[in-house]
């Protein structure tokens, strides 16, 4: 079929399997071309078909030719429908691995649940033995609780009033102002419920009970933190509770892990567009503004620059790891330079619909939001007929 990109608001409903396979191999090419990392061996990553996750399996595949282990929640394709992106990435990923003689394997799935955690167990056991980088970069709305059955849903509210700021639509570059209402109270229990470090916590107890994590393992969650104008509706706001049980998680997990000398660590990096910021009202004006700034400044960095950084530069040095004041990792200091947030503040006082094409990079970002569903890249024929319907036997 030929495939063409269908959108929905900030969704893409459909991805292209070339284009995707070609997403990927770049990030492999990159990782290749910046040398071998004295880095992990068997890596786990719960979250690795898209964004850092799967910048993180690249990393460590290509980087330190780790054996890894990825588990995702990705729509399967079937005849005359495309798979969700993650699953062509996915397929693409186990394609290179092979070629190269690296052991690669995927488990499709509920990561949330008990049965997901017990099959990929089992994998671990059977083919690597141990594992000594637990990557925990999941990025789903839902979650239903393995223990209590409940349903939890998160919201993107900000807390205790209502919050209004500039905003733009990425498809049309229209400027405007937009309100968000207050969370109630059950929104921000919800969303720590499914984008706090529960999860991260019942997968490293699940490991450890098993005894599959080695001596001096390691485990990395992801965080965001962000400037002042996106801090009531994110670091702030619902969103924010659950990232600061996210990140106090890291020192429960890392007080499990001392009897193996291990650590858990939350490495915080840079805002970038992904499906889950492009549905966040105030992020995507702030990221054009931010690509525009970082790119003119010659300091930008998409997922797998990042977290290539964050292993060669932070995490697998052979020194300590350098933290922030809060235990954290950071790698957003880039973005977070105050020569580029005063750059991004005075953009933002002067973005309107008529001046945004002027100091905005709206196409980097339609470019980037284009990639994520494998589109908009150079050498692929969207206009020829390509095989939608593709599985591979390393993803059970």
């Known amino acids: 079929m030929i495939i063409e990109p269908k959108m929905r608001g900030f969704i893409c409903l459909t991805s292209h399997p070339e284009g995707c396979e070609k997403n990927v191999l770049n990030q492999i090419e990159y990782i290749k071309s910046k040398g071998h990392i004295n880095g992990p061996k068997n890596v786990l990553v719960i979250g690795a078909s898209t964004g850092f996750g799967l910048a993180s399996r690249i990393t460590s595949a290509f980087g330190s030719n780790a054996s890894t282990i990825g588990v995702f929640f990705e729509k399967a394709p079937s005849e005359g429908k495309t798979a969700s992106p993650g699953w062509y990435n996915s397929i693409a990923f186990h394609k290179a691995a092979e070629e190269a003689g690296i052991y690669a394997k995927s488990i499709n799935g509920d990561a949330f649940s008990n049965d997901v955690k017990q099959r990929t167990i089992e994998m671990i056991k059977s083919d690597l033995g141990k594992i000594d980088l637990v990557i925990y970069s999941l990025a789903s709305p839902v979650r239903m609780h393995p223990v209590t059955g409940v349903l939890h849903r998160s919201a993107l509210k900000p807390i205790a009033s209502s919050f209004t700021n500039k905003t733009v639509d990425f498809h049309t570059g229209v400027v405007s102002n937009i309100t968000i209402e207050p969370c109630a109270e059950e929104d921000i229990q919800n969303t720590i419920a499914v984008m706090g470090g529960e999860d991260w916590d019942m997968w490293i107890d699940a490991l450890l009970k098993a005894d599959l994590l080695s001596e001096n393992a390691q485990t990395i969650a992801y965080s965001y933190i962000g400037p002042m104008v996106t801090e009531a509706v994110y670091r702030k706001g619902t969103i924010g509770r659950a990232k600061d049980h996210l990140e106090g998680t890291a020192f429960q997990i890392t007080e499990k892990l001392k009897s193996i000398n291990g650590h858990a660590y939350v490495s915080v990096n840079k805002a970038l567009v992904t499906q889950a910021s492009s549905a966040i009202p105030v992020i ?68 309107t619909t008529e001046t945004f094409p002027q100091i905005g990079d709206l196409t980097g970002y339609k470019t980037d939001f284009l990639n994520l569903f494998g589109f908009g890249f150079e050498g692929i024929d969207y206009n020829k007929d390509v095989n939608e319907n593709l599985h591979i036997d390393t993803i059970q």
């Not at 060669?312 to 020569?339: N, S």
């Open 284 to 351: 995507p004006l702030y990221i054009s503004l931010l690509y525009k700034v970082m790119k003119e400044m010659n300091i930008h960095e998409g997922c797998i620059e990042q977290i290539q950084r964050l292993f060669a530069e932070r995490v697998y040095t052979g020194a300590a790891i350098p933290l922030d004041e809060k235990g954290r990792i950071r790698v957003d200091d880039w973005e977070m330079r105050e020569d580029v947030q005063a750059k991004v503040s005075k953009l933002w006082e002067e973005a």
